[in-house]
């Protein structure tokens, strides 16, 4: 059997003891900047860029910033001129005077689309336009996410600008931004790239029969696939000898368990209430499951106060998760409990879980060459 | 983050998240203040790692700035922290289990 672990929370490695933070920089100097220098997937024509807004951090009126692309130079920061030339690829937005857009991502459009090609180095940058220091008026921005014991990011990276000092490069966390060709906040979007990540979190403790995890529509890219195993961040409470288990459902209204492995006790590797434990699991018989068809890949306590939890990642707009791995066709699902009771997806969260995928069969009749294809192509990207 | 991190102000918002206000180095000028933050998902987030139920690689060092700033109670030289660390901040420090 060759089995293929597919990341589905790409760059947001499962980390254990670990709860990702969102990094923000407050613009209080009409010189400050913060940037991101990446390399661009594919050939895309970027209508628009992602901002995270963090919140007003002084006074009550923001003032407009610019946002757009900007080349690079030698040295790795951005070259101050924004890409496009006479029409150049930038926007300007103004956040309103309220809590409205506080730990939100929203797409700016650019005034200028901006013709990008596949493996083109290029920088996002948001800088202000009025004065922040009048007022003051200041406001935080996300730069990027902390992640536990990570250290140690190339590109893409973060940077930020202090007033008249020089750039200075992040070497450490996962930079958050998106570019994308239409706008995923009017589910517009063609193509959308980069880490467009709202925020972090661990779900609440759920018990007895309550379920969670993610749900699967694997692409129509094969015949049949298995999932072998699932690798997830969160806690399996082992305390006074509870055990959980692991299922695949499918997505009826009564769903059905197409396979499993029960007696999972935390116990075995961990203290009780330890928090955000990495489990590496395996189901005992798997079945042949198909593509096009949605699959709750789930964490099922079987106890009454078993409080497991499940991390995961949230996106403001379900586009936003075509920027990740297995895209729309992978979101969070759950459901309060067992028996007759459908699940729910979240169609903005994705949860810090793994799936370890065997066996693909080939299409029939041919064509989309089985596994290979599957890691060069449409599931990755 | 250095070790001379030090925790300028402490928010929660009304959706539940907290802001951890933070400078690097000696005591900041008042205008440098407020220009870095990490932003919590919730109190229960922020708590668990305060109480290193959550000891992910940054925790110990920022929790060796929060600590001292709880436990020894240290003259602040903004007198709006202790608004903060009285009113606000203690308020999710607990030693109920999670």
Redesign the interface.
Known sequence: MTALRLMTGQGIEL?G???P??????F?NIADRIGTVFALPDDITITHVWIRY??R??GTTPVQYKTGLQGVDGSGLPNGTYLGGGSPASGTFTPPAS?AW??TGQWIALDNSYAGTRGEMMSHIVEPVGDPATGPN?S?F?RDI??????GQAIPYSLTK?GAAAWTKNGTDLPIYGVANGSPATSSATAVFGYPIV????SANFSTAAEAGGQLTMPDICDTFKISGIYFQGRVLGALAKTAAIHIYNDASTPVSQQSKTGLDSDWCASP????RLHEMYFTTLAALSPGTPYNIVVSPQDAAQ?CTLSYIDVAYAQDMMALPFGTGFVWTERASGGATAFTAIATRRPMLDLIISDITEPVGGGAGGGAHIIGGTVVR | MADETRIDEVRF???G?A?V?YTDGPPPLP??R?????????RE?LR??IEG???????GRIQAALRPWLVVNPQLDDPRQAQYRTARFETVVGTE??
Do not use: C, M, Q
């Open positions: 980390v003891n670990s709860s933070v969102i990094e923000l920089t407050t209080d963090g919140a951090v002084t809590t506080d730990a200041t935080s996300a902390d992640i536990a014991r990570r250290n202090d925020t972090a979190n661990t209430n330890s928090t955000h409080n | 918002t009304e959706a998240r802001l206000f205008e440098v407020l220009k870095h933050a990490k932003e919590f998902p919730s987030v668990a790692f139920e959550d000891l992910w690689g940054l925790a289990a999670p």
